[in-house]
């Protein structure tokens, strides 16, 4: 059984940082693009960065130059570092990972999901 599996979140006041983790079990996903996607309530969820397994990365462009997307493919883990954060950052975090190798944006690329964690930014 695939399971993605979030975690790193909690409660930090604006400025501050969080480092979400995603590790996977059931199988390798080496050579899938990994991604980001967040939802605040009432909202959709939505792109915030993507990694393939060369490394190649993008991001969406409200957290272009805060956010940093990283993996460590032995460990079969994606990281996300988020440094300067802005309450409107305030959603709950999810993994995926991709059908393929390529990066892709939308919600439909991307086959697994985690649970999500919930990351509060405080004013």
């Known amino acids: 059984q695939v399971q993605l599996v979030e975690s790193g979140g909690g409660l930090v006041q604006a400025g501050g940082s969080l480092r979400l983790s995603c590790a996977a079990s059931?199988?390798?996903?080496?050579?899938?693009?990994m991604g980001w996607f967040r939802q605040a309530p009432g909202k959709e969820r939505e792109f915030v960065a993507a990694i393939r397994w060369i490394g190649s990365t993008d991001y969406a462009d409200s957290v272009k130059g805060r956010f940093t997307i990283s993996r460590d493919n032995a460990k079969n883990t994606v990281y996300l570092q988020m440094n300067s954060l802005k309450p409107e950052d305030t959603a709950v975090y999810y993994c995926?990972?991709?059908?393929?190798?390529?990066?892709?944006?939308?919600?439909?690329?991307?086959?697994?999901w985690g649970q999500g964690t919930q990351v509060t930014v405080s004013s």
């Open positions: 059931g199988r390798t996903f080496g050579g899938n693009a």
């Open positions: 995926a990972a991709a059908r393929g190798v390529r990066i892709t944006t939308t919600i439909l690329g991307y086959d697994y």
